[in-house]
């Protein structure tokens, strides 16, 4: 087929000048799409918008405490979790808004404007004195943050299709990495006044304002990130005045009359007679739900005293879970993943992964036998085995979103994507938090007593997400042979 192509005036590309899109086109055939640039943007990008999602979690136990709203200490947890789903909430409302937007006007304005937004909202919810303060500021930073479905149609497009893989491969590991450094950013900058006194002294702004520090920290970040994001790649392209894809584009560029009515079908065809795509999206909801709730009961479980079957830990010790769990997700996303990936195929991975996740989770609530060092070499390498769990199941998952849909329905898609995600991810903080104060108030029930069944509960849902990963629910689109799924 190539030979018959060869030297065919019809094939070659027409590139255009001052189209950003043109621009990448050219990089992708010259082999200097996969830079430093283009994976530093995305790495970014992403911790911008998953650094705010779980940052709160070491410590909103305490701030909920301090605004003394609980009635008692076991009802602590379920107001962090009203917390927690506020973000999700603004976000299912307004994540398939921000992909039509992108599709239209492009993934830059809307990735800045979801930086600029983690600026300002990020360091106001700093600053709650209450608690609907609280709740409202974050449901305006996850309402007008919708840079991360954007950023997930930019990995595949600022790359050749074979380098696709690495493109949400990094987008994963980024997003890993965000939702762990982000709590253990909030463990161990919160309370600096109570911490570090010779830094913050008593009585202070930062006493005053005691979770302050690791909002501001990382509203710092993302303001350097927005000065960045000027000249972020736009991968859309400008052609007589009107955004086009790069599947359009070409199809009117080869000349062939075939080629472009399938695209112009394929553009008319809703994404939402996609099964492939549908069914992924479900699934990879089904998953974040879990996610979610693991994150917000983890943290909250860990700073619970013993006498509620907790941790006891403090913010600090949260902390140094996380981060090393962090480390875990770059050393595995980079060095192990591709090779395993390839060897297994990513839907199986996340299938072995996603069965092997369910044993672990339920071990959790044995660790409060344990105490000293013994207990945090366990905590430690239960935590890394399951966020990595968690990261190659994503990683699978986003491969079939994106390989499901063209570039010209991939932000619609992902917003949808984002959408779902995030309506179910509303349920889990406010959900696990509500479940793991009921079950710290039985805890001499005669079934699953105490932190149990919050565990138990939680491997339902991981056990729901791994039957839908099989046949015939999870449809998956024809590839090419060496882009193996199965």
Partial sequence: ????????????????????????????????????????????????????????????????KDFNIAESEEDI???????????????SLTSILWGIISDRYGRKPVIIIGVITVVVFNTLFGLSTNLWMAISVRFLLGSLNGLIGPV????????SEEKQALGLSTVVAAWGVGLVIGPALGGYLAQPALKYPHLFPKDSFWDKFPYFLPCFVISAFAFVVAIACIWLPETLHYHNGSKESTDIVEAA????????????????????????????????????????AYQEVFSLWAVSPRSL????????????????????????????????????????LARITGALSIPLLQ?????????????????????????????????????????????????????FAMTAMSAFKTIGPAGGGALLAWSQKRLNASFLPGTHMVFFVMNVVEGLGVLLMFKPFLGVKKEKPMEQLQ
């Fill in 309 to 348: 079957g907790g941790l006891n830990f403090t913010t600090n010790d949260v902390g140094n879970v996380l981060a090393i769990s962090g480390i875990g997700i770059i050393v595995y996303q980079l060095a192990l993943y591709p090779s395993v990936q390839k060897a297994c195929g990513p839907v199986n």
């Fill in 77 to 91: 947890s379920a107001y962090a979790g009203y917390v927690g789903s506020s973000f999700m909430l603004g976000r």
């Fill in 1 to 64: 087929m190539e030979e018959e192509n060869f030297g065919q005036p019809l094939l070659k590309k027409q590139y255009y000048d001052n189209c950003p899109g043109c621009k990448v086109e050219q990089a992708k055939e010259l082999g200097t799409d996969v830079s430093i640039r283009n994976l530093s943007y995305i790495w970014i990008t992403i911790l911008c918008g998953t650094l705010p999602v779980a940052s709160l979690f070491p410590f909103v136990y305490f701030m909920v």
């Fill in 253 to 292: 560029e080869v000349g062939s009359s075939e080629t472009a009515k399938d695209k112009m079908i394929q553009k008319d065809e809703s994404i939402f007679l996609n099964w492939p795509l549908m069914s992924s999206i479900i699934v990879y909801s089904v998953f974040s739900l879990h996610d979610i």
């Fill in 152 to 159: 997930k149609a930019y990995a595949t497009e600022i790359f």
């Fill in 363 to 415: 071990s959790y609530p044995f660790m409060t036998l344990l105490s000293g060092s013994t207990l945090y070499l366990v905590i430690n390498i239960a935590s890394i085995l399951k966020f990595l769990m968690s990261e190659t199941i994503a990683t699978g998952l986003f491969l079939l979103q994106n390989r499901a849909v063209e570039q010209h329905q991939r932000g619609a898609a992902n917003g």
